[in-house]
C-alpha cells in the first residue's frame, strides 16, 4: 500500500500532454473537411430543438448516433489507438452509445427533444452551446493551438457534452440508458487531462453535472 500511495494519477499515463495535443492536430488533418458536416449537424440539432416539428427527433438522435460511431471509428480505431492500447476496448462502447441513438432515431414518435424556457431548458441548452460552440475555442484559450481544436461529431468529448444536453431536453425512461456512456466518458476524461496537467479537464465533467441536474429536473 505504501508504495502504491508514492504514485500519482499522472504515472498511469501512457503519453505526454504534447503527444496527446498532437493526437488532435493529426486527427483534425485527417478528417478535414468533415468539420465543416460536423458544424452544420451542430446547428441542425439547435434547430431541431428550438422549432421542433414531427420527425425533428428522429433527425436529432440519427445526427447524434451517426457521431458517436463516426468518433469511434476515426478518433478512438484509427487515431487514440496509435497512443493508448485501451482504445481498443473503448471503441465499442462509444459505438455501442451510437447504436443506441439509432434505435432511438428509429422508435422517436414525438417532436422530442423540445427546448422550453424552464431553468432545467436553460441549463441544458447552455450545455449544448457549449459542446457545440465552446469547445472549438477551449484549446487556443487554454494554451494550444488552434490547429488541436475539438469539434462536436470528430471528437469524444464535445460530441459527449452534446449528447447529455440533448438528453436532458427529451423525455421518457430511454433517455437515462443513453446517458450512461457520455457521462462515463466525461469523468475518464476529466481525470485525463487533470493528470495531464491542462486547465480544462474540469469542463467536460462539470458540463456532466449541469446536463444530469437538468435532466433529473425535467424528471420531477
Not at 180 to 192: N, S, Y
Amino acid at each position: 500500500m505504501a508504495v502504491l500511495s508514492s504514485y500519482s494519477l499522472s504515472d498511469f499515463l501512457l503519453f505526454a500532454p504534447r503527444v496527446y495535443e498532437r493526437l488532435f492536430e493529426l486527427h483534425n488533418d485527417a478528417m478535414w473537411p468533415a468539420h465543416c458536416v460536423a458544424v452544420l449537424s451542430g446547428f441542425a440539432i439547435i434547430s431541431f430543438v428550438i422549432r421542433t416539428r414531427a420527425w425533428s427527433g428522429r433527425v436529432v438522435y440519427a445526427v447524434l448516433g451517426i457521431a458517436w460511431l463516426v468518433v469511434a471509428w476515426a478518433f478512438f480505431l484509427r487515431r487514440y489507438q496509435t497512443i493508448n492500447w485501451a482504445a481498443d476496448y473503448v471503441a465499442p462502447v462509444i459505438a455501442s452509445e451510437g447504436v443506441l441513438l439509432l434505435v432511438l432515431a428509429v422508435l422517436a414518435r414525438a417532436p422530442d427533444p423540445i427546448f422550453r424556457r424552464t431553468s432545467a431548458g436553460v441549463t441544458a441548452m447552455a450545455v449544448l452551446l457549449v459542446g457545440l460552440l465552446g469547445y472549438p475555442l477551449i484549446a487556443p484559450l487554454s494554451g494550444r493551438s488552434w490547429h488541436s481544436a475539438e469539434f462536436f461529431g470528430l471528437t469524444p468529448d464535445p460530441t459527449a457534452v452534446v449528447t447529455l444536453a440533448v438528453m436532458a431536453l427529451s423525455s421518457g425512461a430511454a433517455r437515462w440508458m443513453a446517458i450512461l456512456i457520455p457521462t462515463a466518458w466525461c469523468i475518464v476524461t476529466g481525470l485525463t487531462l487533470w493528470a495531464l496537467s491542462w486547465p480544462d479537464f474540469f469542463v467536460a465533467p462539470l458540463a456532466a453535472a449541469l446536463a444530469l441536474g437538468a435532466a433529473v429536473e425535467k424528471s420531477r
